[in-house]
């Protein structure tokens, strides 16, 4: 009897392929999230150093934001997310001549990196504490952004992109229609809070530069180091109960602002009120967590794209707040109202389903 050994021969290479395909795709994601935030965070310090009015600074800002709504709620092919990198490269040259052209870059290359960061987690899932420590990375080298390194990091992020298409997703090839999922109080809650952070973020690298005097290197660490807190928040909060760690943060964080706006001045308090406002910020994985524990049917998916409307609604406001008061005092001051207002809401509501505040 003869015994056929080919089909048992071949199998074994397929794990190892696997494997790499995963180590491969969650490497990628971990790179493009580290050059998310030197983008995000870049544009904004690059705006500041060329002496921009407050609002043109932020403004810059907004085009990372704005980036993240062509991934959600809308949802381009990867060849698309490919071509905006590949034109953002092309605007990063002509911002030589034109610094404004920049905005453009900046713009769409926030887009494609989002769009070609999500094809990469579809390959293999990466925990967020890992995605915030990638951001805190780029954050703390945004200092040094300028045309050059843009077009530096769309090639980068051109090369990513050619290795997630050695491992094809049909999903990555596949256009969604835009979503439009209905407004729910959670939904409302996640805007309110998203708000209340891009309301004033941007303003601190605007303070480091031009009121304290720090060099661009020193002003990127400053601002890193209220990521920190806000990253490893989940953790260190994971045990409270859901309801009174949101509510308790916001009620933290509001308070941990307008300390803030009244010490915008004095630099170790600064840096101390917004090292504590990330524990309050942090809390947000309370309000996903509060979703499902009481089964109101928000998906992720739907939370992400209220996420990101947030966002821009958030720095909008800024851009408006500042356009009529030309000063930064003034953002921290609302966003604390919207931190405020996240609390009350959630308490409200909370005491409407169980008859208490909290718990």
């Not at 939904?187 to 952070?197: I, N």
């Not at 004033?200 to 020193?218: D, E, M, Q």
């Not at 947000?284 to 998906?299: H, K, N, P, Q, S």
Request: with cysteine; proline share 4%; net charge positive.
């Amino acid at each position: 009897m003869q015994l056929n050994h080919g089909s048992s021969s071949s199998a074994p290479p397929a794990a190892p392929k696997r494997e790499s395909g995963q180590w491969s795709a969650r490497t990628a994601y971990l790179a493009l999230s580290s050059m998310s935030g030197f983008i995000e965070l870049g544009g904004v310090m690059f705006a500041a150093r060329r002496g921009l009015p407050i609002p043109s600074v932020i403004a810059f800002g907004l085009t990372y934001q704005l980036g993240a709504l062509f991934q959600n709620p809308m949802e381009l092919t990867g060849r698309q997310y490919r071509g905006m990198v590949a034109v953002a490269a092309a605007a990063a040259c002509a911002s030589f001549w034109d610094f404004r052209l920049l905005w453009i870059s900046l713009l769409l290359l926030g887009a494609g990196l989002q769009g070609l960061r999500e094809e990469a987690v579809r390959r293999a899932p990466v925990g967020t504490l890992q995605k915030r420590i990638a951001r805190i990375a780029g954050f703390s080298v945004a200092g040094w952004l300028n045309p050059a390194l843009v077009i530096a990091s769309s090639l980068s992020i051109i090369l990513i992109a050619a290795v997630l298409r050695r491992w094809p997703n049909q999903a990555d090839q596949t256009t969604r229609p835009v979503r439009r999922p209905n407004l729910s109080l959670f939904a409302c809650v996640m805007v309110l809070h998203q708000m209340h952070y891009f309301a004033y973020c941007y303003a601190l690298p605007i303070l480091f530069l031009r009121v304290h005097g720090l060099n661009p290197v020193s002003a990127a660490l400053a601002f890193a180091i209220g990521w920190i807190s806000y990253s490893f928040a989940p953790s260190v909060l994971a045990r409270v109960p859901t309801l009174t760690v949101v509510v308790a943060g916001h009620v933290g964080v509001s308070a941990m602002l307008l300390f803030a706006a009244s010490n915008l001045h004095n630099l170790p308090m600064l840096l101390a009120a917004w090292f504590a406002s990330g524990f309050g910020g942090g809390t947000v994985f309370g309000i996903r967590r509060l979703a499902v524990e009481w089964r109101t049917g928000d998906t992720k998916a739907t939370l992400d794209m209220w996420e990101n409307v947030g966002h821009v609604l958030g720095v909008l406001l800024a851009i408006c707040l500042t356009l009529v008061a030309s000063r930064v005092d003034i953002l921290f001051l609302a966003a604390a109202g919207l931190a405020s207002a996240v609390a009350s809401i959630l308490a409200v509501a909370g005491y409407f389903r169980w008859g208490r505040f909290w718990g």
